[in-house]
T-cell receptor, first 117, second 107 residues
Framework: DTAVSQTPKYLVTQMGNDKSIKCEQN?????MYWYKQDSKKFLKIMFS???????INETVPNRFSPKSPDKAHLNLHINSLELGDSAVYFC????????????????FGPGTRLLVL | EDQVTQSPEALRLQEGESSSLNCSYT??????LFWYRQDPGKGPEFLFT???AGEEKEKERLKATLTKKESFLHITAPKPEDSATYLC????????FGTGTRLTIIP
C-alpha cells in the first residue's frame, strides 16, 4: 500500500535513555515532517526535510535530531529522554511548493506513542 | 505568527442533525487551508484543501468553505461514523494546526 509508515507504534522507556523513531514514505514526495501531539491533542511542527536538507527547525530541544538517509526516510533521534517528551509523534510527507505556489497536501503516518517513565 | 482557532471545542449532535464547525485564522500569506479528520489512536486523515476565498469543496456529507478570515466545515445529516476530531490547519512553513473540534454523533 502507498502510505506513510512509522515504527515502532508504541515506545515505553526510562528517563535518560536514547531512542529513535523511524518513518518511511512511498508516495514519491520530496519533503518529510515530524510533528508532536501533546496530551491536549495539539499538533505542532518540529522539523521538515527537503532533498536531505533541513528547512524547518522549530524551537525544539537539541536532544531531538532528525536524520534523513534518503528522500523516502526521515528518522527522529531523541537523546536523554525526559518525562515531558511523552507524546505522540507523527511523521508526514508532501511535495513542497515555493512561497508563490499553493502548498500540497501533507499525508500523515499512524503515529508513535512515546511514554517516558 | 500564524494562528488558528477552532470552535466549538466539542460538539454533540443527534444523528441527522446538521451543523457547522468554525476555523478562524490569521496568516501572513495563505498558501492553503487544510481540513483533516483524526480518529482516536490514528494519524490525521486528509479531507480538503482550500486555497482562495470563496472556494468550496464537498465530500459525501461534508462541505468546506473559505473566506479571508475563516473556514467552515458543514456537516449535513451526520451519521455516527462521522464522529471524530476535525482539525483545521494553515500552511506557512509547515502546517499550523488549531486545537480541533471533537464531534460526537449520537445514534
Amino acid at each position: 500500500d502507498t502510505a506513510v509508515s512509522q515504527t515502532p507504534k508504541y515506545l515505553v522507556t526510562q528517563m535518560g535513555n536514547d531512542k529513535s523513531i523511524k518513518c518511511e514514505q512511498n508516495l514519491g514526495h520530496d519533503t518529510m515532517y515530524w510533528y508532536k501531539q501533546d496530551s491536549k491533542k495539539f499538533l505542532k511542527i518540529m522539523f521538515s526535510y527537503n532533498n536531505k536538507e533541513l528547512i524547518i527547525n522549530e524551537t525544539v530541544p537539541n536532544r531531538f535530531s532528525p536524520k534523513s538517509p534518503d528522500k523516502a526516510h526521515l528518522n527522529l533521534h531523541i537523546n536523554s529522554l525526559e518525562l515531558g517528551d511523552s507524546a505522540v509523534y507523527f511523521c508526514a510527507s508532501s511535495h513542497l511548493g515555493d512561497s508563490t505556489t499553493p502548498q500540497e497536501t501533507q499525508y500523515f503516518g499512524p503515529g508513535t506513542r512515546l511514554l517516558v517513565l | 505568527e500564524d494562528q488558528v482557532t477552532q470552535s466549538p471545542e466539542a460538539l454533540r449532535l443527534q444523528e441527522g442533525e446538521s451543523s457547522s464547525l468554525n476555523c478562524s485564522y490569521t496568516v501572513s500569506g495563505l498558501r492553503g487551508l487544510f481540513w483533516y479528520r483524526q480518529d482516536p489512536g490514528k494519524g490525521p486523515e486528509f479531507l480538503f484543501t482550500l486555497y482562495s476565498a470563496g472556494e468550496e469543496k464537498e465530500k459525501e456529507r461534508l462541505k468546506a468553505t473559505l473566506t479571508k478570515k475563516e473556514s467552515f466545515l458543514h456537516i449535513t445529516a451526520p451519521k455516527p461514523e462521522d464522529s471524530a476530531t476535525y482539525l483545521c490547519a494553515v500552511q506557512d512553513v509547515g502546517l499550523t494546526f488549531g486545537t480541533g473540534t471533537r464531534l460526537t454523533i449520537i445514534p
